[in-house]
């Protein structure tokens, strides 16, 4: 009886093992490295060639319409392909992969179902799902993170507003007003499909400097902003040091307004504020970009979750009129993150930012500085700790209650009397 019992155990093990694996087809190894995934026949690509195989970046950030909307899919051989993409040029042959290190974390909401991953040589975004922190860890404090290997074959990679990402297929649908939107491609949301792309490497540590390679790029003052002014920089971790908080066309604590709103193209842009992409009915008619005073870094209000603006830029820079200039950005805060509750610092407070560095428009040309184009570089912080906290560590209690009572009470009325027609899945 014993000796069958051992047999059963013996039996069932073997069985358990090889539904996971067997010798046609191994089990991935825990700790992906290069030798397995060349092992199987894929070609290494660093993020800088998988990004120069995309169309010329410059103008691609346009979603009005299905050809204006730029992506590439890859695949093992053109008869895979539609005749779209054949026709269209929207395919990569060849079973590439990619690898790079963490160097965002989700864990604090203001970063979405996104990894963003550098090698050295660029970054790109990772369209995926929620509670990536847990799989991929990057801690920004220590700078402990880890290497993630991509393979290609089967994904896409896309332009959202001149950012480049890779993810499922491209989508299209209604939104509450019938406007059709494009995505050149969406999060891969199936555990199992993100299980046969994307594979944790070995631990690592994140370098910091003034070297391209590093893994965080140091950037001091206006003059080392310039040289950031092109896509190759667009996707990493960047920490800028010494940025001034400006208000532009909104009051500040002095009840004045230091500095008119800015231009970008033809829209005109106040900060701090929040701001709505995607249409709500205003006065009677929908509009598709609103903007209006919040002194709050995002909020959340009758289940309404908009992100919020706040101007940064270095103090040479603070008489411009353009938001598309060298030194100038927008700080970004979901209303879904975290920390999105807190107050906007006060005019003239400086600090340092780490963040996600990115461009949103439809179209802009690099190289063309002094050109009023319509775009602006915005910086994406992955927790409440890397905006500006030599300026919230700085408060005593007293001054922090001061700072809330102001934001009580000089926030616009019409900003908190949200139109009802406004819904969640209307936000772009």
């Known amino acids: 009886m014993k000796v069958l019992k051992i047999f059963i155990v013996a039996l069932t093990g073997l069985i358990l093992t090889g539904c996971y694996n067997d010798f046609d087809t191994p089990a991935w190894p825990e700790v992906m490295t290069d030798e397995a995934m060349q092992a199987e026949g894929m070609q ?3 993020i800088k060639e998988l990004k120069d195989m995309f169309f010329p970046l410059n103008n691609s950030g346009s979603t009005n319409s299905q050809a204006e909307t730029k992506y590439k899919r890859f695949v093992l051989s053109e008869d895979e392909c539609t005749d779209y993409e054949l026709a269209n040029d929207r395919y990569i042959v060849g079973d590439y992969y990619i690898k790079g290190k963490v160097i965002s974390s989700d864990e604090q909401g203001n970063v979405y179902k996104s990894l963003h991953i550098f090698d050295g040589t660029a970054a790109i975004e990772l369209k995926l799902t929620n509670g990536l922190f847990s799989d991929y860890p990057c801690n920004l404090d220590t700078k402990e993170s880890c290497w993630v290997y991509v393979r290609l074959t089967g994904l896409y990679m896309g332009s959202f507003r001149m950012m480049l990402s890779i993810g499922d297929v491209p989508t299209e649908s209604l939104n509450a007003y019938g406007i059709y939107k494009y995505y050149a491609n969406s999060n891969i949301v199936s555990p199992n499909k993100v299980a046969q792309h994307v594979f944790k490497g070995e631990n690592c540590f994140l370098s910091e400097g003034k070297s391209v390679t590093d893994d965080i790029y140091v950037v001091e ?17 960047i920490r800028f040091k010494n940025l001034v908080v400006t208000y532009r066309g909104v009051k500040n604590e002095k009840g ?8 970008s193209g ?10 709505c992409t995607s249409g709500i009915v205003v006065d009677g008619s929908v509009q598709y970009v609103v903007s209006k005073p919040w ?8 289940n309404i ?3 919020g603006s706040v101007a940064l830029c270095y103090e040479d820079k ?6 598309s200039t060298p030194g100038f950005y927008t700080a970004r805060t979901s209303g879904y993150s975290r920390y999105a509750g807190k107050v906007v610092p006060e005019d003239g407070a400086k600090g340092s930012v780490l963040a996600i560095y990115a461009i949103y428009s439809h179209s802009y040309n690099f190289g063309e500085e002094n050109r009023d184009q319509s775009g602006a570089f915005q910086l994406t912080t992955c927790r409440m700790q890397d905006f500006l906290p030599e300026y919230y560590s700085s408060l005593t209690p007293e001054q922090l ?11 616009p009325q019409e900003s908190i009397d949200l139109p009802q027609t406004l819904k969640d899945d209307d936000m772009d």
């Open 295 to 302: 002194y709050q870094l995002a909020y959340s209000l009758n």
């Open 221 to 237: 003052n206006s003059t080392e902003a310039k040289k950031i002014y092109n896509a190759d920089f667009l996707g990493r971790l």
């Open 318 to 323: 603070l008489p411009m009129t353009h938001a």
């Open 401 to 411: 209650a001061a700072r809330e009572a102001w934001v009580e009470a000089n926030t």
């Open 266 to 275: 033809s829209n005109t842009n106040i900060y701090p504020s929040w701001l």
């Open 256 to 263: 004045v307004e230091p500095y008119p709103a800015l231009t």
């Open 44 to 46: 290494h690509l660093t």
């Open 305 to 307: 979750s908009l992100y």
